[in-house]
C-alpha cells in the first residue's frame, strides 16, 4: 500500500517528545513492518525543514533531510495536474491550500491512504484518510 504523510505525522515522529512523537512512530514502524510505502512531496520537505532552518537548528534539519533521502520514501512530484486538483479540492471542501495540495498530490500520485493528525482532512471523501489519535 502507498500511504502519504501528512507533514504533521512526520513532525511528531522525528521533531517532537511525548505522546504525539510515539503514536506518529509507532504508525511509521507498523507502514515499515507492513511492507508499506511511504509518500510524501516537496510541500512535505518544505513544511518540515521551515522550523530547523528558522531556529539554525542544523543537527534537526539532517534529520528531515536524511528522511527525505531514504530510498524508501517517494517524493510525488506536484505537476500542473495536482494544482489543479487541488483546485477543485480546495473549492468544493474549504481546505486550505496546502492541505488541498497534500490531498491532491497523494490521489494523484495514486496513494490508497493519507495519515494526518487533522480531523477536519478526515471528512474528505475522495480519499481514504487516517487521523491519528
Known amino acids: ?3 502519504y504523510l501528512d507533514s ?3 513532525i511528531y515522529a522525528l521533531d517532537h517528545v511525548g505522546s504525539f512523537q510515539t503514536r506518529a512512530d509507532n504508525r511509521l514502524r507498523a507502514i515499515a513492518a507492513a511492507g508499506d510505502q511511504i509518500a510524501v512531496s516537496d510541500l ?3 513544511e518540515c525543514r521551515i522550523k530547523p532552518i528558522r531556529l539554525g537548528d542544523l543537527r534537526k534539519l539532517q ?3 536524511s528522511f527525505f533521502g ?3 520514501v517517494l517524493v510525488m512530484p ?3 495536474s495536482v494544482f489543479d486538483r487541488a483546485t477543485f479540492i480546495r473549492a ?3 481546505f486550505k491550500t496546502a492541505d488541498a495540495l497534500h490531498l491532491a498530490a497523494a490521489i494523484e500520485g495514486g496513494c490508497q491512504l493519507f495519515l494526518t493528525n487533522d480531523f477536519r482532512l478526515g471528512r ?3 480519499l481514504t484518510v487516517e487521523v491519528l489519535t
Do not use: E, K, Q, Y
Request: no cysteine; charged share 15%.
Open 1 to 3: 500500500m502507498l500511504i
Open 63 to 65: 534529520v528531515f533531510d
Open 70 to 72: 531514504r530510498a524508501d
Open 92 to 94: 468544493n471542501h474549504g
Open 78 to 80: 506536484l505537476p500542473s
Open 8 to 10: 504533521v505525522i512526520l
Open 44 to 46: 512535505t520537505r518544505l
Open 124 to 126: 474528505f471523501p475522495g
